[in-house]
Protein backbone atom coordinates (compact mmCIF):
# COMPACT_ATOMS: atom_id res chain seq x y z
CA UNK A 1 0.00 0.00 0.00
CA UNK A 2 2.83 2.27 0.17
CA UNK A 3 2.10 3.80 3.42
CA UNK A 4 5.68 3.75 4.95
CA UNK A 5 5.57 7.56 4.84
CA UNK A 6 3.39 7.86 8.16
CA UNK A 7 5.57 5.37 10.03
CA UNK A 8 8.71 7.32 10.94
CA UNK A 9 10.92 4.53 11.85
CA UNK A 10 10.87 3.53 8.77
CA UNK A 11 13.17 5.63 7.89
CA UNK A 12 15.56 4.77 9.42
CA UNK A 13 18.99 2.72 8.16
CA UNK A 14 20.67 -0.12 9.40
CA UNK A 15 24.44 -1.21 8.05
CA UNK A 16 24.01 1.61 5.34
CA UNK A 17 20.57 -0.16 4.16
CA UNK A 18 17.40 0.79 4.73
CA UNK A 19 14.99 -0.98 7.39
CA UNK A 20 12.62 -3.17 6.22
CA UNK A 21 10.92 -4.39 8.37
CA UNK A 22 9.16 -7.97 8.47
CA UNK A 23 8.18 -8.68 11.97
CA UNK A 24 5.28 -7.34 12.03
CA UNK A 25 3.86 -10.58 13.61
CA UNK A 26 5.88 -9.91 17.14
CA UNK A 27 5.17 -6.29 16.87
CA UNK A 28 3.89 -3.77 14.54
CA UNK A 29 5.38 -0.20 13.68
CA UNK A 30 3.24 2.64 14.93
CA UNK A 31 1.86 5.36 12.15
CA UNK A 32 2.57 9.21 13.28
CA UNK A 33 -0.90 9.24 13.98
CA UNK A 34 -1.03 7.04 17.04
CA UNK A 35 2.46 8.35 18.61
CA UNK A 36 0.70 11.71 17.94
CA UNK A 37 -2.23 10.66 19.67
CA UNK A 38 -0.17 9.50 22.81
CA UNK A 39 1.61 12.83 22.74
CA UNK A 40 -1.26 14.72 22.75
CA UNK A 41 -2.77 12.98 25.47
CA UNK A 42 0.06 13.59 28.09
CA UNK A 43 0.16 17.13 26.76
CA UNK A 44 -3.21 18.52 27.19
CA UNK A 45 -5.32 15.86 28.81
CA UNK A 46 -3.19 13.65 31.32
CA UNK A 47 -5.33 12.30 34.37
CA UNK A 48 -7.03 9.55 36.18
CA UNK A 49 -10.09 8.88 34.56
CA UNK A 50 -13.39 8.04 36.44
CA UNK A 51 -12.41 9.78 39.57
CA UNK A 52 -12.11 12.86 39.41
CA UNK A 53 -15.57 15.60 39.38
CA UNK A 54 -13.19 18.47 37.18
CA UNK A 55 -12.75 19.27 33.45
CA UNK A 56 -9.71 17.67 32.85
CA UNK A 57 -10.47 14.33 34.72
CA UNK A 58 -14.06 14.52 32.65
CA UNK A 59 -12.12 15.29 29.12
CA UNK A 60 -9.84 12.31 30.25
CA UNK A 61 -12.59 9.96 31.02
CA UNK A 62 -14.10 10.81 27.44
CA UNK A 63 -11.02 10.09 25.33
CA UNK A 64 -10.59 7.04 27.55
CA UNK A 65 -14.27 5.30 27.12
CA UNK A 66 -14.51 6.92 23.43
CA UNK A 67 -11.90 4.89 22.40
CA UNK A 68 -13.73 1.65 24.21
CA UNK A 69 -16.58 2.40 21.71
CA UNK A 70 -14.36 2.65 18.72
CA UNK A 71 -12.84 -0.54 19.36
CA UNK A 72 -15.68 -2.11 20.17
CA UNK A 73 -17.70 -1.30 17.21
CA UNK A 74 -14.47 -1.58 15.22
CA UNK A 75 -15.12 -5.71 15.75
CA UNK A 76 -18.99 -5.20 15.97
CA UNK A 77 -18.91 -5.36 19.84
CA UNK A 78 -20.50 -2.82 22.22
CA UNK A 79 -18.18 -0.73 24.49
CA UNK A 80 -19.69 -3.00 27.70
CA UNK A 81 -18.03 -6.23 26.23
CA UNK A 82 -14.34 -4.57 25.76
CA UNK A 83 -12.32 -5.20 29.34
CA UNK A 84 -9.07 -3.69 28.53
CA UNK A 85 -5.54 -5.55 29.48
CA UNK A 86 -1.93 -5.16 29.38
CA UNK A 87 -1.83 -7.42 25.95
CA UNK A 88 -3.28 -10.47 24.17
CA UNK A 89 -1.23 -12.80 26.74
CA UNK A 90 -3.39 -11.05 29.78
CA UNK A 91 -6.31 -11.50 28.17
CA UNK A 92 -5.81 -14.83 28.06
CA UNK A 93 -5.03 -15.64 31.53
CA UNK A 94 -8.11 -13.28 32.60
CA UNK A 95 -9.96 -16.25 31.22
CA UNK A 96 -7.66 -18.94 32.57
CA UNK A 97 -7.99 -17.90 35.98
CA UNK A 98 -11.55 -16.79 35.93
CA UNK A 99 -13.08 -19.69 34.15
CA UNK A 100 -10.52 -21.85 35.61
CA UNK A 101 -12.57 -21.00 38.64
CA UNK A 102 -15.62 -23.08 37.88
CA UNK A 103 -13.74 -26.27 36.37
CA UNK A 104 -13.90 -29.47 38.35
CA UNK A 105 -11.87 -32.35 38.22
CA UNK A 106 -13.56 -34.13 35.18
CA UNK A 107 -13.68 -31.35 33.17
CA UNK A 108 -11.99 -30.72 29.94
CA UNK A 109 -10.44 -27.93 28.12
CA UNK A 110 -9.54 -28.48 24.11
CA UNK A 111 -6.94 -26.55 22.31
CA UNK A 112 -4.66 -27.15 19.19
CA UNK A 113 -1.25 -28.08 18.81
CA UNK A 114 -0.89 -24.58 17.05
CA UNK A 115 -1.31 -22.95 19.38
CA UNK A 116 1.19 -19.76 21.13
CA UNK A 117 2.44 -20.59 24.45
CA UNK A 118 0.14 -16.99 25.50
CA UNK A 119 -2.95 -19.66 24.36
CA UNK A 120 -1.32 -22.91 25.81
CA UNK A 121 0.77 -22.45 28.61
CA UNK A 122 -2.48 -20.83 30.89
CA UNK A 123 -4.82 -23.51 30.33
CA UNK A 124 -2.33 -26.15 30.70
CA UNK A 125 -1.37 -24.51 34.10
CA UNK A 126 -5.24 -24.13 35.49
CA UNK A 127 -6.19 -27.61 34.50
CA UNK A 128 -3.15 -29.26 36.42
CA UNK A 129 -4.09 -26.89 38.98
CA UNK A 130 -8.01 -27.37 38.95
CA UNK A 131 -7.22 -31.44 37.88
CA UNK A 132 -9.10 -30.58 34.48
CA UNK A 133 -7.65 -32.62 31.85
CA UNK A 134 -6.39 -31.04 28.54
CA UNK A 135 -6.96 -32.26 25.02
CA UNK A 136 -5.15 -31.06 21.96
CA UNK A 137 -6.94 -30.46 18.29
CA UNK A 138 -4.67 -32.07 15.64
CA UNK A 139 -3.40 -30.24 12.78
CA UNK A 140 -3.46 -31.55 8.83
CA UNK A 141 0.26 -32.09 7.22
CA UNK A 142 -0.74 -29.03 5.41
CA UNK A 143 -0.86 -27.11 8.53
CA UNK A 144 -5.10 -26.56 8.93
CA UNK A 145 -6.65 -27.27 12.13
CA UNK A 146 -8.18 -30.72 11.78
CA UNK A 147 -11.98 -30.39 12.20
CA UNK A 148 -12.77 -33.95 12.75
CA UNK A 149 -10.14 -33.85 15.73
CA UNK A 150 -11.79 -31.18 16.83
CA UNK A 151 -15.73 -32.94 16.68
CA UNK A 152 -14.17 -36.11 17.92
CA UNK A 153 -12.56 -34.93 21.18
CA UNK A 154 -15.93 -32.53 21.91
CA UNK A 155 -18.65 -33.77 24.62
CA UNK A 156 -20.58 -32.50 27.93
CA UNK A 157 -17.00 -33.11 29.52
CA UNK A 158 -15.67 -29.80 27.63
CA UNK A 159 -16.20 -26.79 29.53
CA UNK A 160 -13.83 -24.56 27.28
CA UNK A 161 -12.20 -24.61 23.92
CA UNK A 162 -9.46 -21.76 22.78
CA UNK A 163 -8.18 -22.01 19.77
CA UNK A 164 -6.26 -19.12 17.77
CA UNK A 165 -7.94 -16.59 14.76
CA UNK A 166 -4.32 -17.02 12.63
CA UNK A 167 -1.52 -19.12 13.75
CA UNK A 168 1.83 -17.05 14.31
CA UNK A 169 3.70 -19.78 12.45
CA UNK A 170 1.62 -21.55 9.93
CA UNK A 171 0.04 -18.34 8.76
CA UNK A 172 -2.93 -20.66 8.64
CA UNK A 173 -6.53 -18.96 8.96
CA UNK A 174 -8.88 -20.95 10.92
CA UNK A 175 -12.89 -21.31 9.81
CA UNK A 176 -13.80 -19.84 12.98
CA UNK A 177 -17.56 -19.54 11.98
CA UNK A 178 -17.62 -23.16 11.13
CA UNK A 179 -15.18 -23.85 14.18
CA UNK A 180 -18.26 -22.24 17.10
CA UNK A 181 -20.82 -23.62 15.04
CA UNK A 182 -19.70 -26.89 15.54
CA UNK A 183 -17.89 -26.50 19.49
CA UNK A 184 -21.45 -24.85 20.40
CA UNK A 185 -23.67 -27.63 18.98
CA UNK A 186 -21.22 -30.80 20.12
CA UNK A 187 -20.78 -29.46 23.80
CA UNK A 188 -21.70 -26.56 26.24
CA UNK A 189 -18.03 -25.21 25.99
CA UNK A 190 -17.54 -21.49 25.82
CA UNK A 191 -15.11 -20.99 22.52
CA UNK A 192 -12.26 -18.39 23.50
CA UNK A 193 -10.39 -17.19 20.38
CA UNK A 194 -7.04 -15.57 20.28
CA UNK A 195 -6.88 -13.15 17.29
CA UNK A 196 -3.38 -11.56 18.13
CA UNK A 197 -2.89 -12.12 14.89
CA UNK A 198 -6.18 -11.54 12.57
CA UNK A 199 -7.04 -8.01 13.97
CA UNK A 200 -5.72 -5.75 12.11
CA UNK A 201 -5.33 -7.06 9.26
CA UNK A 202 -8.71 -8.47 8.37
CA UNK A 203 -12.16 -7.43 9.39
CA UNK A 204 -13.40 -8.93 12.09
CA UNK A 205 -17.03 -9.21 12.48
CA UNK A 206 -17.40 -10.65 16.45
CA UNK A 207 -21.52 -11.87 15.95
CA UNK A 208 -20.98 -13.36 12.81
CA UNK A 209 -17.95 -15.32 13.59
CA UNK A 210 -19.64 -16.94 16.53
CA UNK A 211 -17.03 -16.67 18.90
CA UNK A 212 -17.51 -16.04 23.12
CA UNK A 213 -14.96 -14.57 23.90
CA UNK A 214 -11.44 -12.77 21.94
CA UNK A 215 -8.59 -11.74 22.98
CA UNK A 216 -6.05 -9.30 20.70
CA UNK A 217 -2.54 -6.96 21.19
CA UNK A 218 -3.20 -3.44 20.59
CA UNK A 219 0.52 -3.50 19.61
CA UNK A 220 0.17 -5.75 16.72
CA UNK A 221 -2.26 -3.47 15.30
CA UNK A 222 -0.78 -0.37 15.01
CA UNK A 223 -1.93 0.68 18.56
CA UNK A 224 0.94 1.00 21.15
CA UNK A 225 2.25 -1.35 23.36
CA UNK A 226 1.03 -1.92 26.82
CA UNK A 227 -2.59 -2.39 25.73
CA UNK A 228 -4.62 -5.52 24.96
CA UNK A 229 -8.15 -6.20 24.80
CA UNK A 230 -10.58 -9.15 25.57
CA UNK A 231 -14.25 -9.15 24.13
CA UNK A 232 -16.59 -11.40 25.91
CA UNK A 233 -20.58 -11.99 25.71
CA UNK A 234 -22.17 -9.57 28.25
CA UNK A 235 -24.28 -12.09 29.93
CA UNK A 236 -20.73 -14.78 30.55
CA UNK A 237 -18.68 -11.68 31.83
CA UNK A 238 -21.47 -11.18 34.63
CA UNK A 239 -21.11 -14.28 35.44
CA UNK A 240 -17.67 -14.52 35.91
CA UNK A 241 -15.50 -13.50 38.99
CA UNK A 242 -12.73 -11.05 39.05
CA UNK A 243 -9.24 -11.78 37.97
CA UNK A 244 -7.48 -9.01 39.45
CA UNK A 245 -8.92 -7.16 42.81
CA UNK A 246 -8.64 -3.82 43.87
CA UNK A 247 -9.33 -0.25 42.37
CA UNK A 248 -12.01 0.75 41.12
CA UNK A 249 -13.63 -2.55 39.96
CA UNK A 250 -15.74 -2.47 43.17
CA UNK A 251 -19.35 -1.69 43.90
CA UNK A 252 -18.85 -1.34 47.62
CA UNK A 253 -16.21 -2.45 49.98
CA UNK A 254 -16.66 -3.08 53.90
CA UNK A 255 -14.66 -4.76 56.71
CA UNK A 256 -16.78 -7.79 56.05
CA UNK A 257 -16.71 -8.25 52.50
CA UNK A 258 -16.97 -6.60 48.53
CA UNK A 259 -19.42 -6.31 45.85
CA UNK A 260 -17.79 -6.05 42.63
CA UNK A 261 -19.45 -3.66 39.62
CA UNK A 262 -20.38 -4.29 36.77
CA UNK A 263 -18.43 -5.24 32.86
CA UNK A 264 -16.53 -4.34 31.76
CA UNK A 265 -15.26 -2.52 35.14
CA UNK A 266 -15.18 -5.60 37.13
CA UNK A 267 -11.86 -6.61 34.91
CA UNK A 268 -10.16 -3.57 35.11
CA UNK A 269 -8.32 -3.18 38.81
CA UNK A 270 -6.30 -0.70 39.08
CA UNK A 271 -5.03 2.25 36.94
CA UNK A 272 -5.14 1.92 33.49
CA UNK A 273 -2.93 2.37 30.45
CA UNK A 274 -5.09 5.22 29.93
CA UNK A 275 -3.33 7.28 26.88
CA UNK A 276 -2.39 3.59 25.52
CA UNK A 277 -6.24 2.77 25.15
CA UNK A 278 -6.38 6.41 23.42
CA UNK A 279 -3.82 5.64 21.08
CA UNK A 280 -5.20 2.42 20.16
CA UNK A 281 -8.25 4.47 19.41
CA UNK A 282 -6.24 6.52 16.60
CA UNK A 283 -4.65 3.21 15.34
CA UNK A 284 -8.32 2.21 14.64
CA UNK A 285 -9.38 5.35 12.84
CA UNK A 286 -6.10 4.86 10.59
CA UNK A 287 -7.45 1.52 9.86
CA UNK A 288 -10.74 2.27 9.33
CA UNK A 289 -9.74 4.79 7.11
CA UNK A 290 -7.44 2.85 4.80
CA UNK A 291 -9.83 0.09 5.11
CA UNK A 292 -9.72 -3.39 5.88
CA UNK A 293 -10.55 -4.87 2.58
CA UNK A 294 -7.76 -2.82 1.34
CA UNK A 295 -5.46 -3.68 3.89
CA UNK A 296 -6.25 -7.64 4.10
CA UNK A 297 -5.78 -7.06 0.24
CA UNK A 298 -2.65 -5.78 0.12
CA UNK A 299 -1.56 -8.67 2.94
CA UNK A 300 -2.62 -11.25 0.07
CA UNK A 301 -0.50 -9.86 -2.64
CA UNK A 302 2.71 -9.30 -0.48
CA UNK A 303 2.39 -13.04 0.61
CA UNK A 304 1.28 -14.27 -2.37
CA UNK A 305 4.63 -13.16 -4.13
CA UNK A 306 7.10 -14.27 -1.33
CA UNK A 307 5.20 -17.22 -1.55
CA UNK A 308 6.11 -17.85 -5.56
CA UNK A 309 9.79 -16.39 -5.18
CA UNK A 310 10.74 -18.29 -1.98
CA UNK A 311 9.53 -20.97 -4.05
CA UNK A 312 11.98 -20.56 -6.58
CA UNK A 313 14.66 -21.80 -4.06
CA UNK A 314 15.10 -25.11 -4.57
CA UNK A 315 16.65 -25.85 -0.55
CA UNK A 316 13.29 -23.52 1.11
CA UNK A 317 10.53 -25.46 3.12
CA UNK A 318 7.82 -23.34 4.12
CA UNK A 319 5.53 -24.12 6.76
CA UNK A 320 1.60 -24.24 6.51
CA UNK A 321 -1.29 -23.40 3.52
CA UNK A 322 0.08 -23.25 0.52
CA UNK A 323 -1.75 -20.10 -0.75
CA UNK A 324 -2.04 -16.93 0.03
CA UNK A 325 -6.12 -16.72 0.35
CA UNK A 326 -5.78 -19.40 3.26
CA UNK A 327 -3.08 -17.36 5.39
CA UNK A 328 -3.00 -14.37 7.05
CA UNK A 329 0.41 -12.12 6.63
CA UNK A 330 3.31 -14.52 7.96
CA UNK A 331 5.26 -17.23 6.55
CA UNK A 332 7.57 -19.48 8.31
CA UNK A 333 10.24 -21.56 6.48
CA UNK A 334 13.78 -23.08 6.78
CA UNK A 335 16.45 -23.18 4.68
CA UNK A 336 18.20 -26.67 4.67
CA UNK A 337 21.11 -27.00 6.52
CA UNK A 338 21.09 -23.05 7.75
CA UNK A 339 19.60 -22.19 11.49
CA UNK A 340 16.86 -20.20 11.49
CA UNK A 341 19.34 -17.85 13.91
CA UNK A 342 21.86 -17.94 11.14
CA UNK A 343 18.98 -16.66 8.24
CA UNK A 344 18.05 -13.64 10.82
CA UNK A 345 21.78 -12.59 11.39
CA UNK A 346 22.32 -12.82 7.64
CA UNK A 347 18.97 -10.77 6.63
CA UNK A 348 19.81 -8.26 9.31
CA UNK A 349 23.36 -7.66 8.05
CA UNK A 350 21.25 -6.50 4.45
CA UNK A 351 19.02 -4.23 6.56
CA UNK A 352 16.34 -6.90 6.99
CA UNK A 353 14.72 -7.47 10.10
CA UNK A 354 12.92 -10.86 10.87
CA UNK A 355 12.46 -13.63 13.60
CA UNK A 356 13.88 -17.20 13.97
CA UNK A 357 13.30 -19.43 16.47
CA UNK A 358 10.47 -21.42 17.93
CA UNK A 359 8.02 -18.31 17.57
CA UNK A 360 6.94 -19.52 21.34
CA UNK A 361 5.27 -22.49 19.80
CA UNK A 362 7.21 -25.32 21.19
CA UNK A 363 4.83 -28.02 21.14
CA UNK A 364 3.96 -27.25 17.52
CA UNK A 365 8.13 -27.24 16.70
CA UNK A 366 7.55 -30.89 17.72
CA UNK A 367 4.72 -31.98 15.88
CA UNK A 368 6.62 -30.20 12.57
CA UNK A 369 10.28 -32.12 13.95
CA UNK A 370 11.89 -29.11 13.74
CA UNK A 371 13.96 -26.72 16.37
CA UNK A 372 12.87 -23.36 15.14
CA UNK A 373 12.09 -21.68 11.54
CA UNK A 374 12.61 -18.14 10.43
CA UNK A 375 9.88 -16.19 9.86
CA UNK A 376 8.73 -13.34 7.91
CA UNK A 377 5.81 -11.45 9.02
CA UNK A 378 4.01 -8.43 6.97
CA UNK A 379 2.01 -5.36 7.06
CA UNK A 380 0.46 -2.22 5.60
CA UNK A 381 3.65 -0.84 5.58
CA UNK A 382 5.47 -3.02 3.32
CA UNK A 383 5.88 -3.37 -0.66
CA UNK A 384 6.98 -5.30 -2.72
CA UNK A 385 10.63 -3.90 -2.38
CA UNK A 386 10.62 -5.12 0.76
CA UNK A 387 9.84 -9.03 -0.22
CA UNK A 388 12.60 -8.13 -3.04
CA UNK A 389 14.99 -6.98 -0.23
CA UNK A 390 13.86 -10.05 1.68
CA UNK A 391 14.79 -12.32 -1.61
CA UNK A 392 18.03 -11.51 -2.09
CA UNK A 393 18.92 -11.75 1.42
CA UNK A 394 17.79 -15.76 1.42
CA UNK A 395 19.53 -15.61 -1.72
CA UNK A 396 22.96 -14.31 0.34
CA UNK A 397 22.34 -16.85 3.09
CA UNK A 398 22.43 -19.76 0.32
CA UNK A 399 26.02 -18.41 -0.86
CA UNK A 400 27.25 -17.83 2.58
CA UNK A 401 26.10 -21.69 3.36
CA UNK A 402 27.04 -23.00 -0.08
C1 LIG B 1 -1.04 -16.05 18.05
C2 LIG B 1 -0.53 -15.22 19.19
N1 LIG B 1 -1.18 -15.23 20.36
C3 LIG B 1 -0.79 -14.49 21.40
C4 LIG B 1 0.33 -13.70 21.33
C5 LIG B 1 0.74 -12.91 22.52
O1 LIG B 1 0.61 -11.55 22.30
P1 LIG B 1 1.19 -10.52 23.37
O2 LIG B 1 2.65 -10.76 23.47
O3 LIG B 1 0.86 -9.19 22.83
O4 LIG B 1 0.51 -10.81 24.66
C6 LIG B 1 1.06 -13.66 20.15
C7 LIG B 1 2.30 -12.86 20.05
O5 LIG B 1 3.13 -13.04 19.20
C8 LIG B 1 0.62 -14.44 19.05
O6 LIG B 1 1.29 -14.44 17.89
Known sequence: ???????????????????????????????????????????????NVHRGVYNLSEEATQRYEGARTKIASF????AEEIVFTKNCTEALNLL??????????RDEILISQMEHHSNFVPWQQIALERGAKLKFVE????????????????????KVVALTHVSNVLGTINPIKEIAEIVHKNSGAVLVIDGAQALGHMAVDIKKLGADFYAFSGHKMLGPLGIGCLYGKRELFQKMKPFLYGGKMIKE???????????????????????E???????????????????EESDRKLVSYALKELGKIPEIEIYGPKTAEERGAVIAFNI??????????????EGVAMRGGHHCCMPLMSVLK??????????????????DAFIRGIRKVREVFK
Open 1 to 47: MNLAKDFPILKRKFNGKRLVYLDSAATSQKPRQVISALKEFYEKYNA
Open 75 to 78: IGAR
Open 96 to 105: AYSLGKELRG
Open 139 to 158: ITKEGKLNLASLKKQLSKKT
Open 253 to 275: VSFVGTTFAEPPYKFEAGTQPIA
Open 277 to 295: VVALGAAVDYLNEKGMGKI
Open 336 to 349: KGVHSHDVATILDS
Open 370 to 387: IPGAARASFHIYNTKEDV
